[in-house]
């Protein structure tokens, strides 16, 4: 492992008349540092998510309303499915008939259980704020214990270092909703419980506590628990090969080795269901439906500015990632070239550390080039040239991973060079003002435009209520199927929100067609968004997109009665306010086309309906 001032091999201790001169202050002034660090955090988390805060269940987070809805749903599904005894990793409350296989999806289990009692007390919405808050600061809560207690000994570098890794562009991008990827303190911790195992006092116990925090990722952020087995697969081998530390690594490996498969077998039992579900269950499917040529990061993109960040404000964010949630690099120019600076000048003046530098140095550069995806891609232009992730594209797991969020071990590495260059310049200051003055610009003009903006977020469209007064348990049997218009997707995301509010405030079940989630039906046996379409939810989605009525035939509304006999839906539903995650819906054209198929609606409270017949 690194070598680092860890509890294992320890700073150099102070001269015992120091210590008895002023034996507490320090341990105060730790502390203090420790709670400022906390209070920063927790500050620039709330900041981050301010725009939410104003009212968790009247407002969204309006580039990616589709994602918090789906994570709401998730919250809500995974209480109810643990008061009520069902299996958190496989449903049928939507995609009826055939159910979803959680397990394929971000589930969040560990989430849903231990923060079910709030979501019961306040509601589904309010519960993932209060989540994705709390992931943003305990990332850089997580990463300042590792780098203060494991790599420096300032706890100003540390706090540098870690503040920069938690409020990186790409974890400010993913706090557009993705509560997996925003749990970026799953990583540290892991980090921390791998550095254990190189003790052989505590081995089973240590290797048994790394497995349940393994356990404990997978449900969590899977693909984030994925990129960081492969990011400590390349640093480990890279660090212990290094001259200066391959006798430590070749004496630390056998016990190193024992604790690992005591981690692997402990993972292994707690994850058996869920990985037979992944990878055998039924609803699965091979890689995603996603592009990996589109999900790519733009070379570009490592110098350009994130739009959710002072630069951004200022006019000079761009426009270089697919969507404005997977921003995974845009650190700038002057960030690059500091973290060049930073690598060069702890190359040259901390030989300690030599061997660190220089994996994470080899972890930055591999990972940045993976993360540009099967073809180059520069400044938004695609180009044929072959880049080395086209080995890896078709390989089990690794294609079901977008290469775009490889460019998310990069901020961790730059992070930890911060630290160690901050930890150096404190232990050993320039002699000279002009050098110490040029550090200090040059670490304001790489982090200041870097600093985040609160997300955008916007009124999101009412639960109807026809749902929060209950009233659909009059038209819908226990567990029946009701639809909304239009169908259930990602783009469309009313049936899940509708189905949290019924299950957070315990009204019981109905289940819905369709839905978000990723299941089989793709191009080549690969994963999709939702089921494939049929011909009711077709027509549903070209009136409310272009606010024209199709032309309906006969045939056209036998299939749609077929469909809707299909999925056995009981009523269909269509709101006054529909929300459209993506673009604006016309509810006059959904009702006349839904009225063109099914007859003249029912106004109930303050919805239209229609009841389906039964033959």
Not at 21 to 33: E, G, L
Not at 131 to 139: F, V, Y
Not at 176 to 202: I, Q, Y
Not at 386 to 404: E, G, R
Request: hydrophobic share 50%; glycine share 8%; with cysteine.
């Amino acid at each position: 492992m690194p070598s680092s001032p860890s509890p294992a091999t320890g700073p150099t201790p102070a001269p015992a008349p120091a210590a008895a001169a002023r034996p507490v202050r320090p341990a105060r002034r730790d502390r203090r540092a420790d709670l400022a660090v906390v209070l920063v955090a927790l500050a620039l988390a709330v900041w981050v998510t301010s725009g939410l805060w104003r009212d968790p269940d009247q407002r969204a987070i309006t580039v990616n309303s589709s994602d918090q809805a789906l994570f709401e749903w998730l919250l809500a599904f995974g209480g109810h499915a643990l008061t009520h005894g069902e299996n958190p990793l496989f449903t049928y409350l939507i995609n009826v008939p055939d159910g979803v296989n959680l397990a394929v999806n971000t589930s969040i289990t560990v989430y849903a259980a231990v923060f079910a009692p709030l979501t019961y007390l306040v509601g589904p919405p309010a519960t993932f704020l209060v989540i994705l808050t709390l992931n943003l600061a305990a990332t850089a809560v997580a990463w300042y214990l590792l780098i203060s207690r494991y790599f420096v000994r300032s706890r100003l570098a540390a706090a540098v270092g870690a503040l920069f890794v938690a409020y990186s562009p790409g974890m400010v991008s993913h706090a557009n909703a993705h509560l997996n990827w925003t749990a970026g303190w799953l990583v540290p911790l892991l980090v921390w419980r791998l550095f254990a195992l190189r003790r052989p006092e505590h081995r089973r116990r240590n290797g048994i506590v790394l497995g349940v925090a393994v356990a404990v990722a997978f449900s969590i952020a899977a693909e984030g628990l994925f990129f960081t087995a492969l990011a400590l697969g390349v640093f480990l081998p890279v660090w212990a090969l290094h001259p200066s530390r391959r006798a430590a690594a070749r004496a630390a490996l056998p016990t190193f080795l024992r604790g690992l498969g005591i981690t692997a077998l402990t993972a292994g039992v707690l994850l058996a269901y869920p990985l037979w579900l992944h990878f055998a269950g039924p609803q699965r499917f091979h890689g995603t439906g996603f592009d990996p040529v589109i999900h790519s990061e733009d070379v570009a993109a490592f110098g350009a500015y994130p739009r959710r960040s002072l630069a951004g404000e200022a006019g000079l964010g761009t426009s270089l990632a697919p969507n404005p949630t997977e921003e995974n690099s845009f650190f700038g120019v002057p960030l690059l070239l500091l973290a060049a600076v930073c690598f060069g000048f702890l190359w040259r003046r901390d030989r300690a550390h030599r061997a660190t530098v220089w994996a994470l140095g080899v972890t930055a550069v591999v990972f940045a080039v993976l993360s540009w995806g099967p073809r180059m891609k520069w400044n938004g232009e695609h180009t044929d040239r072959p880049l080395p992730f086209l080995l890896l594209n078709n390989l089990p797991v690794v294609n079901a991973a977008l290469p775009s969020r490889l460019a998310l071990v990069v901020a961790p590495v730059i992070g930890l060079l911060l630290a160690y260059t901050v930890d150096r310049l404190r232990a050993d200051p320039p002699r000279r003002r002009a050098a110490s003055a040029a550090w200090v610009l040059g670490f304001a003009a790489a982090l200041l435009p870097l600093l985040p903006t609160p997300l955008l977020t916007s009124v999101r469209e009412p639960v109807p209520a026809f749902i929060t007064a209950g009233t659909w348990t009059e038209y819908v049997s226990g567990g029946g199927v009701l639809t909304p218009l239009p169908l259930t997707l990602d783009v469309t995301p009313d049936g899940q929100r509708w189905q949290a509010y019924a299950l957070a405030h315990r009204q019981g079940e109905f289940r819905i067609p369709a839905g978000f989630f990723l299941g089989p039906g793709g191009t080549d046996g690969r994963g999709r968004i939702g089921p494939p379409p049929r011909t009711f939810d077709t027509l549903m989605d070209q009136a409310g997109r272009t606010g024209l009525v199709p032309i309906i035939t006969e045939g056209s509304i036998e299939e749609s009665l077929a469909d809707l006999r299909y999925w056995d839906v009981e009523v269909v539903v269509l709101a006054d306010r529909v929300h459209g995650a993506k673009y604006d819906l016309d509810e006059e054209a959904l009702r006349r086309t839904a009225t063109a198929l099914l007859g003249p609606p029912q106004r109930v409270d303050d919805v239209w309906l229609w009841k389906v017949p039964t033959h």
